[in-house]
C-alpha cells in the first residue's frame, strides 16, 4: 500500500510517500511544498492545495495522513494558518477520494521510536534507519511527514 504523510504548514509543508509491502517499507518520494510569505495568503493555500493535488495525482496513495492540529494558547493565529493549510490538504484528499487518517504527534513519536516524548532528532534517526536514508534531509518537515506515513503503516499493521 502507499501512504502519504503530510506535515503541514503555511511556509513549508513536508511530504513523504512509502510503500508497505512484503513487510517492508520503501521510501518513493519525500519533498516540500513551500511557500513565499510575500504572497497574500489564498495564493499561498492554492499552491498548497495545487501542490498537495499533484502529489495525490503523480503518486496514487491508498491513504493520507496528517497531524492532529495542535495548539498552544499562546499562539492562536498560528493555529489558524495551520488550520487553513489543513483545510485545503484534506479538500484535496477529499476531492479525490482517498481515506483520510490523523494522529497526535506524541502517537506517531510512540510508534516510530517507542516514547511520545521523543526528541525530533529521535525521530529523524528512526525514520532514516527504517528507509535507509543516508543524509539527512534538509527539511525536519520531511521527517516529520515519514513519521507520520510509517507511524500509521506500524498502527494498522499494513507493514508488518
Do not use: W
Not at 503530510?6 to 517492508?24: C, F, H, M, Q, S
Request: net charge positive; proline share 4%.
Amino acid at each position: 500500500m502507499v501512504i502519504l504523510g503530510i506535515d503541514p504548514a503555511l511556509a513549508t509543508t513536508g511530504y513523504g510517500v512509502i510503500e508497505t509491502a512484503r513487510n517492508k517499507i520503501f521510501l518513493l518520494e519525500a519533498g516540500i511544498i513551500s511557500t513565499c510569505a510575500a504572497d497574500k495568503l489564498p495564493q499561498r493555500l492554492n499552491k498548497i492545495y495545487t501542490g498537495v493535488s499533484k502529489l495525490i495525482s503523480d503518486t496514487r496513495p491508498g491513504c493520507l495522513v496528517l497531524e492532529k492540529l495542535y495548539a498552544h494558547y499562546r499562539h492562536p493565529t498560528t493555529a489558524y494558518l495551520l488550520g487553513e493549510a489543513r483545510g485545503v490538504i484534506c479538500l484535496a484528499c477529499a476531492r479525490e477520494n482517498i481515506p483520510f487518517f490523523e494522529y497526535a504527534a506524541t502517537r506517531i513519536k510512540k510508534a516510530i521510536v517507542g516514547q511520545g516524548l521523543a526528541s525530533k532528532l529521535q525521530v529523524q534517526r528512526m525514520v532514516m534507519s527504517l528507509l535507509d536514508i543516508r543524509q539527512l534531509p534538509k527539511y525536519t518537515d520531511i521527517t516529520d511527514a515519514l513519521a507520520l506515513a510509517i507511524g500509521h503503516s506500524f498502527m494498522t499493521r499494513i507493514a508488518r
